[in-house]
């Protein structure tokens, strides 16, 4: 038998610990899911002021083309769906590596620099991607995996608190990324430091990649300013679901086109006509001939619930799909889900009912976002 | 009658032979911010170990198992209006539901205040 992988931990798994965090497996790592603050108090304080997470787990890797002069990014669009040649400098978008079957590998974002582009995904899935993109594009482009921690700064307050350390991130808006240098606190070296202006939870906020060596003096930098709190993965999956964002493994999958994922703002109509990523003849069916299932909102009309893995039925009680990830929303004050529906059903208002512990609760279809995001677009 | 408690960390206070049910003050530390309750309807009959309540964190949902067996005399509504409580005051307010022993010997399984306490140092 093949030993099993060890349980990795991240450069900031002792400061999760002094800061009393408590550790769970996730993808791999040994992570916090929640501080004493909360799943609560930590997601309610991020939308009120800013929180900081460690997202060291998810892979980070540059693309570079083997020829001087060709363009990594057009090269990656053999991959996914996304406008990614069309990127101009420091500017990034999301989109999913696609399978020859139609549905999603990964979800990503990419961003470009010069020729180059700038990869960050899933935690999950990284080791796979990073085999996929670069077995499919040997002959043409180079992954280099880079071996980097990843924080988030989320929040309202976000913009304010990165000002002060990184004057460079004032000039981003939502969705563009620069490479700044930052000197460390004590006065010794300046490091670089790739500031994403994007995020996981529907606020303003950045996401800071930086040398492992260097990233607890930023995390404790950052937690030293007076509104910014260490937010861990609970509150990370309860805010990132109020602003209806897809968890990789759950809410999509190797089941779920784009088109089924209602993530068709991510793909062009020219890569629609190009038809020239995996699975884009199933997503042009799917986009023509319109879908079987489509990814919706769903709120409960009660006070319960409804996990992933709940039945959705239709009143008269005709199966209709499944939550794909459902819980309780502290900023919305009760309980929220997403899941698949047939088409038919998946107009804002249609009356469904979810399946909780054997009795029928009433829920409705819900245009999402649950709660307004609230991205800096300029 | 001082309480007794379950390894599935849940509390019981006898009165007559009518006792009243909620989670440690452990238990709620563990969930974290409750969310949801239900709580049984009156008038059902439980095994001891069977699904008796349910108490919703935001991260994840669990039951909370009948101790002893009987019949359900109360659920305590006041904690669907206001899960919270279980938080703020689980060794009393914060109780769960109240139930007619059908077999009192069922009481001497569980644990008395000092064994519970020693129970949870062993899972440190």
Not at chain 1, 23 to 35: D, K, N, R, T
Not at chain 1, 72 to 95: D, N, W
Not at chain 1, 173 to 198: N, Y
Not at chain 1, 314 to 342: H, K, N, R
Request: proline residues 6%; hydrophobic residues 40%; glycine residues 10%.
């Amino acid at each position: 038998m093949e030993p099993q992988n060890p349980i990795k931990r991240t450069p900031l798994y002792d400061l999760h610990l002094e800061l009393g965090g408590k550790i769970v497996p996730f993808a791999g790592y040994e992570m916090p899911v929640q501080y004493p603050l909360g799943v609560m108090g930590e997601h309610l304080h991020t939308r009120a002021k800013a929180g900081l997470f460690d997202v060291s787990h998810m892979g980070q890797a540059k693309l570079v083309a083997n020829k001087a002069g060709e363009d990594a990014a057009a090269l990656f669009e053999a991959l996914v769906p996304g406008g990614i040649q069309t990127l101009q400098e420091g500017r990034m978008r999301y989109t999913q590596l696609t399978h020859e079957t139609g549905g999603i590998r990964d979800d990503l974002m990419a961003t470009r620099f010069g020729d180059t582009l700038w990869l960050v995904v899933n935690a999950a899935c990284k080791d796979d991607d990073f085999m996929h993109i670069s077995s499919a594009l040997k002959e043409d482009a180079t992954l280099e995996i880079a071996d980097r921690a990843l924080l988030a700064l989320q929040g309202p307050a976000a913009g304010d608190v990165l000002a002060e350390l990184m004057p460079a991130s004032t000039d981003l808006i939502f969705m563009q990324a620069v490479w700044t240098s930052w000197s460390l606190p004590d006065g010794g070296e300046s490091v670089d430091v790739l500031v994403s202006r994007c995020g996981y939870t529907g606020e303003d906020g950045f996401e800071l990649s930086i040398a492992p060596e260097h990233a607890e003096i930023l995390a404790r930098t950052l937690l030293a300013h007076a509104d910014v709190e260490p937010i861990g993965l609970g509150a990370r999956d309860s805010l990132r679901l109020e602003a209806g964002l897809c968890l990789y493994g759950h809410d999509i999958d190797l089941t779920t086109s784009p088109a089924e994922a209602d993530l068709l703002w991510s793909v062009p109509k020219r890569r629609r006509a190009e038809a020239n990523f995996p699975g884009a003849e199933t997503l042009n069916q799917h986009i023509e001939a319109g879908v079987a299932k489509k990814r919706v909102g769903i709120l409960p009309e009660g006070r319960a619930p409804a996990r992933e893995g709940t039945a959705i039925e239709s009143l008269d009680g005709e199966p209709l799909g499944q939550i794909t990830s459902g819980g309780f929303g502290p900023t919305l004050g009760g309980p929220l889900a997403m899941g698949y529906v047939p088409a038919a059903f998946s107009q804002p208002d249609t009356q469904v009912q979810l399946i909780v512990r054997g009795k029928a609760l009433p829920a409705r279809v819900v245009a999402m976002p649950f709660v307004p995001q609230n991205y800096r677009k300029g | 009658m001082s309480k007794k408690y379950t390894k599935d960390h849940e509390w019981v206070q006898l009165d007559g032979d009518v006792a009243t049910v909620g989670i440690t003050d452990y238990a709620q530390s563990q969930l974290g911010d409750v969310v949801f309750v239900e709580v049984p309807e009156a008038g059902r009959q439980v095994g001891q170990g069977d699904d008796a309540a349910v108490v919703e964190s935001v991260k994840a949902a669990s039951e909370v198992y009948a101790p002893l067996s009987g019949e359900i005399v109360e659920g305590n509504g006041a904690l669907e209006d206001n899960p919270a409580m279980v938080n703020e005051d689980a060794d009393n307010q914060g109780w769960f539901f109240k139930l007619k022993l059908a077999d009192a010997s069922e009481l001497d399984g569980l644990m008395d205040e000092a064994a519970y306490a020693d129970f949870l140092k062993e899972l440190d």
